[in-house]
């Protein structure tokens, strides 16, 4: 069992639609980080939630942490081609590792 | 940008051959990190670096040795090469030293095939 499921694996939708993604855990984070990774590219950090409950927002896109801080999701509205990527979860496990979920690809056709 | 170069960008080599991976830094940040990112199992961490000489294993380091002589460089060597490292690699730093909330800027990848 992963620490970190994501789901769906794979999305692919219309340019203009909205969006949701989910990072899910048996096991309470401190924080959760969201990352995008375009294709042959490394992952670039989007954001950070701390707190349980918290919403952040980037531009289109909507970050929440979940009251318990087991679990995020993140909300693309009228979604762009440019928003096309690998969409990574992930938590500090330890001192010094960062774990991540198997990720979100995403495909915005236009 | 984070300042992060990765060398060589691709490589193709036989097993049981020696390969060596650079991962260049311009912003001296203490802790420097190798990934490797493979289908259906996302990143995961192979070793990792908090200053010059000192390095820890992470979840997948059997197989892979590491080196850092110089803050700003920090190499991954795989003494012989197996088709089981095909993979593409990832160096990143902790802009923030190594922060509770462990934030990683990432290098562009290192794509290496064995075969």
């Known amino acids: 069992t992963q620490l970190l499921e994501q789901s769906p694996q794979f999305l692919s939708i219309q340019e203009g639609e909205n969006l949701t993604v989910y990072c899910n855990s048996s096991?309470?984070?401190?924080?959760l980080q969201w990352y995008r990774q375009e294709p042959g590219e490394g992952p670039v950090l989007l954001v950070t939630?701390?707190?349980?409950?918290e919403v952040k927002k980037l531009k289109r896109l909507t970050f929440q942490f979940g009251d318990a801080r087991k679990d995020s999701s993140l909300h693309i509205t009228a979604a762009q081609p440019g928003d096309t990527g690998l969409y990574l979860c992930?938590?500090?496990?330890?001192?010094?590792?960062?774990?991540f979920g198997t990720g979100t690809r995403l495909t915005v056709i236009p | 940008d984070a300042g992060i170069t990765q060398s060589p960008r691709h490589k193709v080599t036989e097993t049981g051959t020696p390969v060596t991976l650079r991962c260049h830094q311009t912003e001296n940040h203490r802790y420097m990190y190798w990934y490797r990112q493979d289908p259906g199992h996302g990143l995961r961490l192979i070793h990792y670096s908090y200053g010059v000489k000192d390095t820890d294993k992470g979840e997948v380091s059997d197989g892979y040795s590491v080196s850092r002589s110089k803050t700003e460089d920090f190499l991954l060597t795989l003494e012989s090469a197996t088709s089981s490292q095909t993979s593409v690699y990832f160096c990143?730093?902790?802009?923030?030293?190594?922060?509770?909330?462990?934030?990683?800027?990432f290098g562009e990848g290192s794509r290496l095939t064995v075969l």
């Open positions: 939630v701390v707190t349980g409950g």
């Open positions: 992930a938590t500090q496990t330890g001192a010094n590792n960062l774990f």
């Open positions: 990143a730093i902790s802009v923030a030293g190594g922060s509770t909330t462990g934030e990683l800027f």
């Open positions: 096991s309470v984070f401190s924080s």
